[in-house]
């Protein structure tokens, strides 16, 4: 499996992006997924995962209530909507998928996309 995350950029603080993380190769094998995010000089940390059939999902306290993550599987992907975005939320945003079907909330992802990077100005 091969995940290509895309749709950082610069943003206000206060505005939104969507970043998409989309799959390809053996596609099958995709169960529950997930979005870290690594700001400079800190470690990766798990911003919010959601399981195989999209029922379930959690979040870091720091982004609940401003970001949603979705997926279609039709498409293959998945979404993380982020609003109100804050000058904290700046990071490399990364993708990460699991062959579980139930929601993984630690690090233990089987496949991991590139990075795509957020920054959010003052």
């Known amino acids: 499996v091969q995940l290509q995350a895309s749709g950082g950029g610069l943003v206000q603080a206060g505005g939104s992006l969507r970043l998409s993380c989309a799959a390809s190769?053996?596609?099958?094998?995709?169960?529950?997924m997930g979005w870290f995010r690594q700001a400079p000089g800190k470690g990766r940390e798990l911003v919010a995962a959601i399981n195989w059939s999209g029922s379930s999902t959690n979040y870091a306290d720091s982004v609940k209530g401003r970001f949603t993550i979705s997926r279609d599987h039709v498409k293959h992907t998945m979404y993380l909507q982020m609003d109100s975005l804050k000058p904290e939320d700046t990071a490399v945003y990364y993708c990460?998928?699991?062959?579980?079907?139930?929601?993984?909330?630690?690090?233990?992802?089987?496949?991991w996309g590139q990075g795509t990077l957020v920054t959010v100005s003052s």
């Open positions: 190769g053996r596609t099958i094998d995709l169960g529950a």
């Open positions: 990460a998928a699991s062959q579980s079907v139930t929601i993984v909330t630690g690090q233990r992802y089987d496949y």
